[in-house]
């Protein structure tokens, strides 16, 4: 069960985002999505290790509101497909940016076999406990020899006290493990850059301002800013630091293919999940939300919004399936 300190963190926050960023401008999205960790001077590192070009699908692991895949999206050409199992994240995602989300977590991504032409996973790691399962899942789903960029934060020892609620920070012997076990050659890592650009914080800071205005009383951020200063304190005590990574998927070998078997999996689950997201969303549109928004409440068989929202992840699903399977017509 996830903490209700890491949902205020990561999911509640992030729709109140998106909510500040409408109110003050599109220019504030991708700063304030980059909330945290993710700074350009990180980023652009990351995407020069990973070798991302235009056209380059690039699968986010733990996507939050989509600031980072946004800023890859505009500065490098890619193709994002953002992977979130926070539902209001997925939304503002969707909202600010209009990019492909899947709602999943990341220890099973439902996409195929080798399909992603590059990976990130930006401050994720730390709050998953089962770390060897995500990163051997999205080892799968990377082509061979393609990139994996991680922004993580290593503990100095192996017991950290005081951790923000649901993080399990590794060390960095068991970080180097993790990546040898899920097929990982390490090739490079460094400190993350502390300098962010007076324009970027400028603006991330307004839309925290808004956000704060708004919602300083809720529980939910309290927790949220509860969990932002327990980091604050291990980082600068020195128990713990921010790191960027850059590894490389080794080559899988695989055992031969005897007809009917195997060749089937992968392709029939990625066919099967676009025809079930289509089914849905054939469902979705049939209700007509909109009709029924202009009835009286008490006539209503269920909430249009509710209905108008699914349309919106829907299409959004179908377009993460649709990005993939194209990349590889």
């Known amino acids: 069960m996830t903490a209700?300190?890491?949902?205020?963190?990561?999911?509640?926050?992030?729709?109140?985002?998106?909510d500040a960023v409408e109110l003050l401008g599109e220019r504030h999205a991708i700063p304030a999505a980059c909330r945290g960790s993710a700074s350009p001077a990180a980023l652009a590192?990351?995407?020069?290790?990973?070798?991302?070009s235009a056209g380059t699908t690039l699968l986010d692991v733990g996507a939050g509101a989509g600031g980072p895949a946004a800023w890859a999206a505009e500065r490098f050409g890619v193709r994002p497909v953002l992977l979130e199992p926070m539902p209001a994240a997925c939304r503002a995602a969707a909202r600010l940016f209009g990019l492909p989300v899947i709602s999943a977590d990341g220890t099973r991504i439902p996409l195929r076999t080798g399909s992603a032409g590059a990976a990130w996973c930006l401050g994720v790691l730390d709050t998953v406990r089962d770390k060897a399962a995500m990163l051997a899942e999205i080892r799968r789903v990377l082509a061979p020899g393609a990139s994996l960029g991680l922004l993580v934060v290593v503990a100095r020892s192996p017991r950290v006290r005081a951790a923000p609620d649901g993080n399990h920070f590794p060390t960095q012997r068991e970080l180097a493990a993790l990546l040898d076990a899920a097929g990982f050659d390490l090739v490079e890592q460094i400190d993350r850059p502390e300098s962010v650009p007076l324009a970027w914080?400028?603006?991330?800071?307004?839309?925290?301002?808004?956000?704060?205005?708004?919602?300083?009383?809720?529980?939910?951020?309290?927790l949220a800013a509860g969990q932002g200063e327990r980091l604050s304190r291990l980082l600068a005590s020195g128990r713990?630091?921010?790191?960027?990574?850059?590894a490389v998927g080794r080559p899988v070998r695989r055992a031969p293919i005897?007809?009917?078997?195997?060749?089937?999996?992968?392709?029939?689950?990625?066919?099967?999940?676009?025809?079930?997201?289509?089914?849905?969303?054939?469902?979705?549109e049939s209700s007509r939300a909109d009709e029924a928004a202009g009835r009286p409440?008490?006539?209503?068989?269920?909430?249009?919004?509710?209905?108008?929202?699914?349309?919106?992840?829907?299409?959004?699903?179908?377009?993460?399936a649709e990005a993939l399977e194209g990349e590889h017509e």
């Open 201 to 222: 914080s400028r603006r991330a800071e307004q839309v925290a301002a808004v956000v704060a205005a708004r919602h300083r009383g809720d529980r939910a951020y309290a």
């Open 297 to 320: 409440t008490a006539e209503w068989l269920f909430d249009p919004t509710d209905a108008e929202r699914d349309e919106v992840g829907l299409r959004n699903l179908l377009g993460a």
């Open 258 to 284: 005897t007809r009917g078997e195997g060749m089937s999996k992968d392709g029939d689950f990625e066919i099967e999940f676009e025809v079930e997201i289509e089914a849905e969303l054939s469902l979705v």
């Open 240 to 246: 713990l630091s921010m790191q960027l990574v850059h």
């Open 4 to 18: 209700p300190a890491m949902v205020a963190e990561f999911d509640d926050v992030a729709g109140w985002t998106a």
């Open 45 to 52: 590192w990351l995407a020069e290790a990973c070798e991302l």
